[in-house]
């Protein structure tokens, strides 16, 4: 099975910044993208922003310019630099993976992977 682990949320006051990872396990052959998305309180699921393998990110127009993402190719890890944070910007950040994992003995599979999320506060 391949799992994702999120670290590094927290409370910070507006105008400060955090840096989330995403840490993968199991059995991945390949990463076709890895991305951030976040869900506020009442609110839908939404992108932050993604990485695609080979490919350039993609931002949510609300952390342009803020926000940035990057990878560890040797590590198969993600992270979400966060910066000028805004009471806004508080929401559970989940870390998504698109991959080809092995989901049995030789059964290699395309798969959709979730992390369990981790909560940032941004607030005075």
């Known amino acids: 099975q391949v799992q994702l682990v999120e670290s590094g949320g927290g409370l910070v006051q507006p105008g400060g910044s955090l840096r989330l990872s995403c840490a993968t396990s199991?059995?991945?052959?390949?990463?076709?993208?890895l991305g951030w998305y976040r869900q506020a309180p009442g609110k839908e699921r939404a992108l932050v922003a993604v990485i695609p393998t080979g490919g350039s990110t993609n931002y949510a127009d609300f952390v342009k310019g803020r926000f940035t993402i990057s990878r560890d190719s040797t590590k198969n890890a993600v992270y979400l630099q966060m910066n000028r944070l805004i009471p806004e910007d508080t929401a559970v950040y989940y870390c998504n993976a698109h991959v080809v994992g092995g989901v049995g003995p030789y059964d290699y599979r395309d798969l959709e992977v979730w992390g369990q999320g981790t909560l940032v506060t941004v607030s005075s």
């Open positions: 199991g059995s991945i052959f390949r990463i076709n993208s």
